[in-house]
Nanobody, 119 residues
Framework: QVQLVESGGGLVQAGASLRLSCAAS????????TGWFRQAPGKEREFVAA????????YYAGSVKGRFTISRDNAKNTVYLQMNGLKPEDTAVYYC????????????WGQGTQVTVSS
């Protein structure tokens, strides 16, 4: 089993920055990659960014590319999402997900953290 705990959400104004953290525990050696997803009210959960644990390759949704950066601290088994230039449309609950195989298949989810961007 893998446990994921997100933190770092909050209420900010447009243009501000936030850094989300996702701390993994348990069988972390089995994790292939970790991704950030978000779900706004009335919308489906969508992919935001992902990072592979073996070679640290990163992937981004087009809507956040150039503004968000995903990174990983190997020693802490923690993945970060640095969000700059936040926009009201970034408002959502952000979830961390871990996969044992491919980012297309999330095996473990965190509880989510709320990000609210005011205009």
């Amino acid at each position: 089993q893998v446990q994921l705990v997100e933190s770092g959400g909050g209420l900010v104004q447009a243009g501000a920055s936030l850094r989300l953290s996702c701390a993994a525990s348990g069988r972390t050696a089995s994790i292939h990659g970790t991704g950030w997803f978000r779900q706004a009210p009335g919308k489906e959960r969508e992919f935001v960014a992902a990072i592979s644990w073996s070679v640290s390759s990163t992937y981004y949704a087009g809507s956040v590319k150039g503004r968000f950066t995903i990174s990983r601290d190997n020693a802490k088994n923690t993945v970060y999402l640095q969000m700059n230039g936040l926009k009201p449309e970034d408002t959502a609950v952000y979830y961390c997900g871990a996969t044992l195989t491919s980012i297309a298949t999330i095996d473990y989810w965190g509880q989510g953290t709320q990000v609210t961007v005011s205009s």
